[in-house]
């Protein structure tokens, strides 16, 4: 009984030690490649910090360099007086306009997807395809479709309307329009097939209900469809939101210096250009970062305050 419990004791600190062992590189990666930075950008966001500064001689600063590496609040007033930072800001708040759009957009094609058509697979995939390709890619494919002079669709409009397009992306008034179809475009696939996964688990008994009280086509669609979707709705709706705030590929690659007027930059467009710059203002765009991630923190609380009721929709 006792070498029992011994062999038992045995073979649960091998399989402990070994849980450790693939824990640990883990928990180590996120210390230092989250954790860390995390913490060390809220120290940054307060100083003048640059690449050049060695971090490990502050202490032998004098009271004078001292002064001047720890700025306080300083970037914090110089970021809100920036009129770059509010046109970036108000530009990233633009472009999440697509993200309403899309979703339309996505739903209407799961309709389509959720029925037995012919080629439907083949459709499906089709939608998919640019959700998996290069976003550089996609994004210089774009550029030369909107290209004043030889592009795709400006030829276009000229043969069907006569019509002289503008060069998209080096107008103020259509480079974030433009920018946002491209997007919106690139994201359909996926959406669509968030919103497909949800159609095929919706209850059937519902319909058969509703089918035999003598519902019609929209009232089921109004009341029992709609309804039921908005848990994934609201899914997409936050990520959409983060990740609308992160972008930053798309006016990069194809608006390199933030469009006319800055018409294009997004946030972290504004941050990047700051923290590997010229300037190389590293401890300004800590500061700038934060600042974005308290708006996305606050509209993030504020949709999971109006977020619908938690409850299990799908069968």
Known sequence: MKNTELNKSKKWNDEARAGLLFVIAPVVGFFLFTAGPFLFSIFASFTSWDSMTDLTSLHKMDEIDRSFFYVGFENYKELFSDPDFWHSLWNTFVYMIG??????????????????????KVYRVIYYIPVVSSIVAVSLLWSWLYNGDYGLLNQFLNWAFGVKGPNWLQNEHTVKPAIMLMCVWRGVGNTALLYLGGLQNLPKSYYEAAVIDGANGWTIFRKITWPLMQPISFYIIITGIIGGAQMIVEPQIMTPTGGPDYSSATIVFYIWQKAFGSADLKGYACAASWVLAIIVFVVTAIQFKLSPASENYLE
């Open 99 to 120: 993200i309403p759009l899309g979703m339309i957009w996505a739903f209407s094609l799961a309709l389509a997807f959720n029925k037995e058509l012919p080629g439907v």
